[in-house]
């Protein structure tokens, strides 16, 4: 049975379960456009609070135009300064071998990925990788993904999904990829928490750890992107676990949420 102690904490301030590399974690989600930016922003400022030196790598960006302002520079906009290192870029919005394919570009390999945030961490107390899209979306090819990083790199990943109906099968799919490859889950960070939840969204705060098996870390509220950075870095702690470096607790959030 799982323990129910928390996890050890590394310097980063992040939960750690044996065996996994402490420092790195990969923040992947249920799908695209459901907040991974501006979940990463969060622990990332949480961490530079705490005087943490933090690294941003994202493999593939995509649906960027070369001199548009990216996914990294958007975490350093809200969190403050961080290492960005961003492998590849491609101005078409689709997966990235695809968008590579079609740019006559070069493609991103999960050992390029790891690679890169294997020498992040000699600097960094924190390196936060990034994914496109959800844990399957291909990097290339033959078929690489963010999954293959994270098993290369022995990480953790921290998974961000929507509030709402159907998110419980999409966590539950990658939950069960994750667990067949040995790939360890943080927890679940609900991605954007409607400022009305529905019904579903209210019981899928009780239901997400159960679909997960790893507990539920967060929930950021709608809009937070749109805040002034001062405020964004004042109210992260508001909506992320002490496992993050937080202090929101999901009993007592669930039970307000009714």
Same mark, same amino acid.
């Given at each position: 049975?799982?323990?129910?102690?928390? =996890?050890?904490?590394?310097?980063?301030?992040?939960?750690?379960?044996?065996?996994?590399?402490?420092?790195?974690?990969?923040?992947?989600?249920?799908?695209?456009?459901?907040?991974?930016?501006?979940?990463?922003?969060?622990?990332?400022?949480?961490?530079?609070?705490?005087?943490?030196?933090?690294?941003?790598?994202? =493999?593939?960006?995509?649906?960027?135009?070369?001199?548009?302002?990216?996914?990294?520079?958007?975490?350093?906009?809200?969190?403050?300064?961080?290492?960005?290192?961003?492998?590849?870029?491609? =101005?078409?919005?689709?997966?990235?071998?695809?968008?590579?394919?079609?740019?006559?570009?070069?493609?991103?390999?999960?050992?390029?990925?790891?690679?890169?945030?294997?020498?992040?961490?000699?600097?960094?107390?924190?390196?936060?990788?990034?994914?496109?899209?959800?844990?399957?979306?291909?990097?290339?090819?033959?078929?690489?993904?963010?999954?293959?990083?994270?098993?290369?790199?022995?990480?953790?990943?921290?998974?961000?999904?929507?509030?709402?109906?159907?998110?419980?099968?999409?966590?539950?799919?990658?939950?069960?990829?994750?667990?067949?490859?040995?790939?360890?889950?943080?927890?679940?960070?609900?991605?954007?928490?409607?400022?009305? =939840?529905?019904? +579903?969204?209210?019981?899928?705060?009780?239901?997400?750890?159960?679909?997960?098996?790893?507990?539920?870390?967060?929930?950021?509220?709608?809009?937070?992107?749109?805040?002034?950075? +001062?405020?964004?870095?004042?109210?992260?702690?508001?909506?992320?676990?002490?496992?993050?470096?937080?202090?929101?607790? +999901?009993?007592?959030?669930?039970?307000?949420?009714?």
């Amino acid at each position: 049975m799982r323990s129910s102690r928390p =996890p050890p904490r590394d310097e980063a301030g992040m939960g750690r379960e044996n065996g996994m590399t402490p420092g790195v974690v990969i923040v992947s989600g249920t799908g695209t456009e459901i907040g991974k930016t501006v979940v990463t922003a969060a622990v990332a400022a949480l961490a530079r609070a705490r005087g943490v030196g933090v690294a941003v790598v994202k =493999p593939a960006q995509t649906g960027v135009g070369p001199d548009e302002p990216g996914d990294v520079g958007e975490v350093a906009r809200l969190a403050g300064p961080v290492h960005g290192v961003e492998l590849a870029r491609y =101005p078409e919005p689709l997966a990235p071998a695809t968008a590579a394919r079609r740019a006559g570009a070069p493609a991103v390999r999960p050992r390029d990925a790891a690679d890169a945030v294997a020498k992040a961490a000699v600097e960094h107390g924190l390196v936060l990788v990034e994914g496109a899209g959800g844990l399957l979306v291909r990097f290339d090819d033959d078929g690489g993904t963010l999954a293959d990083t994270a098993a290369l790199l022995d990480a953790p990943v921290l998974l961000v999904a929507p509030a709402g109906l159907g998110t419980l099968n999409g966590v539950a799919l990658t939950a069960e990829v994750l667990r067949a490859r040995g790939v360890g889950l943080l927890g679940v960070v609900v991605g954007s928490w409607p400022g009305c =939840p529905d019904l +579903a969204a209210r019981c899928n705060l009780t239901d997400l750890p159960a679909v997960a098996g790893a507990p539920l870390l967060g929930a950021v509220p709608e809009g937070a992107g749109g805040l002034s950075p +001062a405020v964004f870095r004042r109210r992260a702690a508001d909506w992320l676990a002490p496992e993050l470096g937080g202090r929101w607790d +999901a009993a007592a959030f669930t039970a307000a949420a009714g």
